[in-house]
């Protein structure tokens, strides 16, 4: 890995199949490079062979996995819920690809909405597929407000990598989302949680920078820089690694 520069933090995307455009909401390349970092995005090819994977891992210096569609869930040996939405077959691939290939190099990652969710799927955990239909009495996890507004709170486990990114163990936090992690993947811990019990914060303790939160960090930090610390400890983590 080369010395010097800002560190390079690639930043998963979108598919527009009727366009025929990758898309990636400005608000998380804005905020990794107001954390210090330079933000690259990472387009998804058909049959990319293997080897292009493991190269572009090595290419980097952190991984931002960022929000989109359901994950198919295939992926964690379950059949499709009837309330299971758009899934894009090659996007989870190579997401799912990616993960394995940055967590087993070490690579800092921080995964975001979908991105907890692909993160702990990569990892060997499981996902609530419809939170409306399989947790009873749950919040309203995907709102009507905008997109900058928290809607309902979250504790963070004090003491853990997630608080002291946040300085911060209660917040309220944004929520668009229908799906959740269900099953911690081996070697990581939930350490954010709403009100009703749906996971909001993963991380995997010991050496290394791997975070995941189920809130859109990337659409609050303006309003509030509490939300930017997630970005700075992951353009930090990076550079140490540069």
Request: with cysteine; aromatic share 8%.
């Amino acid at each position: 890995m080369a010395s010097g520069g800002r560190p390079r933090v690639g930043v998963t995307c979108s598919y527009d199949e009727k366009m025929q455009l990758y898309t990636m909401p400005r608000p998380y390349a804005d905020a990794v490079a107001r954390a210090g970092g330079t933000p690259l995005i990472l387009p998804y090819l058909v049959e990319e062979p293997p080897e292009n994977l493991a190269g572009l891992a090595e290419d980097l210096d952190g991984l931002l996995l960022i929000g989109g569609p359901d994950l198919d869930p295939v992926h964690y040996g379950e059949d499709p819920h009837p309330r299971l939405g758009e899934v894009t077959p090659e996007r989870d691939r190579f997401e799912l690809e990616v993960c394995r290939l940055a967590l087993a190099a070490g690579l800092p990652v921080l995964a975001v909405c979908r991105g907890v969710q692909v993160l702990a799927v990569a990892a060997g955990g499981s996902l609530i597929q419809d939170i409306p239909a399989q947790v009873p009495g749950c919040l309203k996890h995907y709102q009507d407000a905008p997109r900058w507004y928290g809607t309902h709170r979250v504790s963070v486990t004090p003491g853990s990598r997630l608080a002291g990114l946040l300085a911060v163990t209660d917040l309220r936090v944004n929520s668009f989302h229908h799906q959740a992690v269900r099953q911690a993947p081996p070697g990581f811990q939930v350490v954010a949680t709403a009100p009703d019990g749906i996971v909001e914060g993963l991380e995997r303790p010991g050496p290394g920078f791997c975070v995941g939160v189920q809130w859109h960090p990337e659409w609050m930090w303006q309003r509030d820089p509490v939300f930017l610390g997630l970005f700075r400890g992951l353009v930090q983590a990076a550079g140490e690694r540069r």
